[in-house]
């Protein structure tokens, strides 16, 4: 009988599907503006702040954390949850500004879609923010699965328990996206263990799975282990001096882990694409396969 095979195609996010590095720096540094004026203290001092608590949580993305600063404990809480509303509200208004995709991403991906092709992301970023964005820049409609870090860190406090809530009954999550993985911090890229779980789960073989990502290390490396075809998202690794520049003062990771990620010797991938669309002459849609 005939028996329809779907190829898979496992996309990373961010600096694959967009650019964070150019959204993120500038809203942090509208952020840190705006909050620096409110509490009248140096910006220097309270990035110091903010890179001591993005190493507590081990990731520079995390909600709560102008709630957690050392010196907003000095004010009142009416004084501290203005803090909170105002540095949120410029964080989300700069990065509306600059959180898009990449040229050619949405008909890329529609394209690839309706070629039979089974889109899965799978991002270190936490789960919650991964899907955020995706639903935030009208991408999950393409994306069948999503596979990301399950970092659920929340402190409790009568508004975070809304939130929590809300969460339960799956306010925040996409309508489309049909499978959901969550992986442990040990468990995530550049572990083949989350790309080998999906494609466990999927019933589907790596031979019919591509693997796009920004990062040779992180991303591919993986991907050659469990025999996948690799493509290197190179226009994924340019982006803004100034804004790379202010990730490197408030990343938590050291000198050596950013070399590593962004090493270009690790392996040498079986394509290397400039642009998202270039995945419509390198991903082949839906195969028949004749099982006797």
Known sequence: MNITM????????????????????????????ALAREMEMEEENLIGEFKTIFKQVGTL???????????IKKYSKEDADKFVEVGRKVFARVRQKNLIPYAEVKSTLEYLRNEGVLIIAVTNAPAYFAEARLKQLRLDKYIYGLAAWQNSEI????????????????????????????????EIKP????????????????KLTYVVGDSISK????????????????????????????LLKITHWDEKKIKKTYEEDKIKPDFVIYSFGELRNIVEGSQLRLFK
Do not use: C
């Open 6 to 33: 779907n190829s898979i195609l496992i996309t990373d996010l961010d600096n694959t599907l967009y650019n964070w590095v150019d959204y993120f720096a500038p809203s942090f540094r509208g952020m840190v503006h």
């Open 61 to 71: 993305e995390y909600s709560f954390i102008i709630q957690k600063l050392p010196s």
């Open 155 to 186: 402190p409790r406090d009568e508004y975070t328990d809304i939130i929590i809530k809300k969460n339960d009954e799956g306010y925040y999550r996409s309508k489309h996206i049909k499978r959901r993985w969550e992986f442990s911090k040990d």
């Open 191 to 206: 572990n083949p263990f989350a790309y080998l779980t999906v494609l466990d789960d999927l019933k589907t073989s790596h």
């Open 219 to 246: 991303d591919l490396n993986p991907a050659q282990i469990i025999g996948a075809k690799t493509i290197w998202a190179k226009y994924g690794t340019v982006f803004k001096e100034k804004n790379f520049k202010t």
